[in-house]
């Protein structure tokens, strides 16, 4: 059972307190003289204990002056020794370790020297007086003040096994933070990926199937049966990538794009009405599963943007495999028909970016004299880390 520390004052003056009936049922209390000085010297000490929350110091030093008071003028009375061992025990739980010693080390002077003085009296021969009077000091003074050093190192272990598990648990919160926010990072690219490939490309075959209302109505239907397709798919692929954030989804998703998709994913764009030329040349190499994703929603980030701001233009995509490098350069004229006007977040091409870099690769996107440009180049000899949430 713990004392706390605002208690220990009141219980050390309460158990000095408590002598005071022990001294007066004792067979000679009534006709010894010193009774009243060791009742008086008892309720002196137990008040002074009433501050050692206050000045631990001062305590100790007024309850060795009464104690070593109450042994010259009474020679062999030990009464007061109670309120020594209490005072030194509160005294370094309340004060440093140099503090207390400072406190400590003259009065330890002082009870040896009140103990040799009152020794002769109380029928101590010489020759033990100084041994008797150390050894009362060791047991009034420094043993309870090593219990206290003690009980503060342990206080003081405790105390740092707290803090540190506090601070491990709050390190351990942090990541776990950060692991989720990085996790909806990553989903959010998905989503604008996936929002900003399809639904550019529903916007196109819309507006071109609205000006083919008139004229050709087979090609209409084409532009209206490529519209829905593309919304199934864009609803697919959200539901996919939303269902990774609940706990309760049973199914799995679909797997990951990887490079060799991109010949599929160039004759869908034309099949939504763009203008493409796709063109490959060199060796391909095995690159990373997350490389492969990346590469996927560069182009497909690159064709949306080609569709928003030249939607009639016609596009190049050049597939380069040269060595240890994979080089995809989208690559699209000036367009004669206006602006989508479709709004942009302008994450597309910094998350692209992120990701490139995630993978040892680099993006350069920007205009040209006839158009717009935007290159990858990724390493193919480097294998790509593994990130979650890197699918649709």
Known sequence: MFITRNARPLLSAALVLLLVPLLLALPEASTSGT???????LVIQAAALLGSGRAPGVVLAVVV???SALIVASPGDSTGGLGVVLAAYGARRELSRARAVAWLAPLVVVSVVATVL??????????WLVPFGVARAVLLLITPALFAEAAVSRAQLVEALRERAE?????????????????????????????????????VGAQAANALAERDRTQQRTYLDALQTDARAALDHLRL?????????????????????????????????????????????????????????????????????????????????????LRVVVENGPGSAPSLGVPHSGYGLAGL??????VGGTLDAGPTASG?????VLSVTVPAPAIKGDSE
């Open 372 to 376: 717009w440009r935007t290159t990858l």
């Open 65 to 67: 002056v009464v104690d």
């Open 167 to 203: 601070l491990a648990e709050r390190e351990q919160a942090a990541a776990a933070r950060h692991a989720v926010q990085q996790q909806r990072t990553q989903m959010a690219r998905e989503l604008h990926d996936i929002a900003a490939h399809h639904l550019t490309g529903i916007i």
């Open 118 to 127: 009152a020794g002769p009296d109380a029928g101590i021969e010489t020759a």
């Open 353 to 358: 970016r992120e990701r490139l870099a995630l």
């Open 35 to 41: 009774l009243a000085l060791g009742v008086a010297a």
């Open 241 to 325: 990538t939303v269902g990774l954030l609940r706990s309760d989804e049973s199914a799995d998703p679909a797997p990951a794009p990887v490079v060799e998709d991109l010949p599929r994913i160039i004759r869908d764009a034309v099949e939504r009405g763009m203008a493409i030329e796709f063109r490959t040349t060199g060796e391909p190499a095995t690159i990373g599963p997350v490389a492969g994703v990346v590469v996927i929603r560069g182009v497909q980030e690159a064709l949306a943007n080609a569709r928003k701001h030249a939607p009639d233009a016609p596009v190049t995509v050049t597939e380069t495999w040269a060595g240890d490098h």
